[in-house]
């Protein structure tokens, strides 16, 4: 049964709504900090992570909102709230007060930065601070660190981004949601070239170079899945000197794009029509890259095409 909770209100006059969060075990943080500093990138790299993400919350929701998406199927919730809120930011503190008094553990995460570096993001992006006004920058700059200090006082972890690039970000968000880096996730897809190479391939290899099963009776009804083809097409000269080396360059790059921040990538391998050599090709390209530690999705999108 829901408590009753006294009719009190928040610093900022709003009625504390009822809410119920009995037995939820949702891992909760809120994502706060100074303009400038970071909170957009920093909350692009949880929602990256798996999180549920929720940008610009009026704190007074956030009760309501732990308890949806913790009876939902989310298990971990991050909440942005920061001056933007206006008349509502004044009430984060009582908002947390009220969480964990309910025995629901909030981290709260502040984004930080100096000074001179929020004045040069502000200058670059030429957008103007939100508690601006018709002053300078520097002066929103100053309001706001007075409306934030007891609550970066409160907060769990500081994050400093003054020095950090959009990369290093996501690293030490990944870090701070004490995940370990997501694989990057490797899809390779056979395709046949009459019917156009796949869009959002990051790589494109042309097989049709190989002997094709399609002239040979017993095979042209199979595909590169079945033995006898996938046999044939391996055999053929220049397939696995092809496989191996192209791996290997594979390997080379891949290796290099998380330090970019890309999460998948995409290795389109194409013959005439998708169905025999491209489809064994991929399968074997599939297992190799395997075999050196990536994790492979196969797809073949002509496999059963005429």
């Keep these: 049964m829901m408590e009753e909770v006294p009719p009190v209100t928040y610093p900022s006059g709003i009625a504390r709504p009822i809410f119920d969060v009995t037995g939820i075990d949702a891992e909760v943080m809120v994502l706060t900090g100074m303009s400038g500093a970071g909170r957009t990138r920093a909350a692009a790299a949880l929602a990256d992570l798996g999180w549920y993400v929720v940008d610009n919350l009026p704190p007074q929701l956030l009760a309501g909102l732990v308890e949806m998406v913790g009876r939902g199927r989310y298990e971990r919730l991050a909440a942005v709230v920061d001056v933007r809120g206006g008349h509502f930011f004044q009430d984060v503190e009582a908002v947390l007060d009220d969480l964990e008094a309910r025995g629901i553990a909030v981290r709260l995460v502040f984004l930080d930065a100096s000074d001179a570096t929020l004045v040069r993001r502000f200058e670059e992006a ?10 300078t ?36 968000m990944t870090e701070v949601a ?91 391998v194409g013959c005439t029509g998708g169905k025999h050599r491209s489809v064994a090709i991929a399968e074997e390209l599939a297992r190799v890259l395997q075999e050196r530690g990536y994790q492979v999705r196969v797809t073949h999108r002509d496999r059963e095409r005429r």
Excluded: C, M
């Design 126 to 135: 030429r957008r103007p601070h939100p508690l601006q006004g018709d002053g």
């Design 137 to 172: 920058i520097l002066e929103g700059i100053a309001r706001e660190r007075t409306a934030l200090a007891a609550v970066r006082e409160r907060a769990t972890e500081v994050v400093d981004t003054s020095r950090l690039n959009v990369h290093q970000l996501r690293d030490v």
């Design 178 to 268: 004490g995940e370990g880096e997501r694989p990057l996730q490797v899809n390779v897809q056979s395709f046949g070239f009459k019917n156009g190479a796949p869009h959002d391939a990051d790589f494109v290899a042309d097989v049709r170079f190989l002997e094709n099963p399609h002239w040979q009776p017993e095979l042209r009804p199979l595909t590169g899945l079945d033995a006898p083809v996938r046999d044939f097409v391996l055999a053929s000269d220049g397939a696995a000197e092809f496989v191996d080396g192209y791996a290997a360059v594979i390997a080379g790059v891949l290796d290099r794009y998380r330090a970019h921040d890309k999460h998948s990538v995409t290795i389109g």
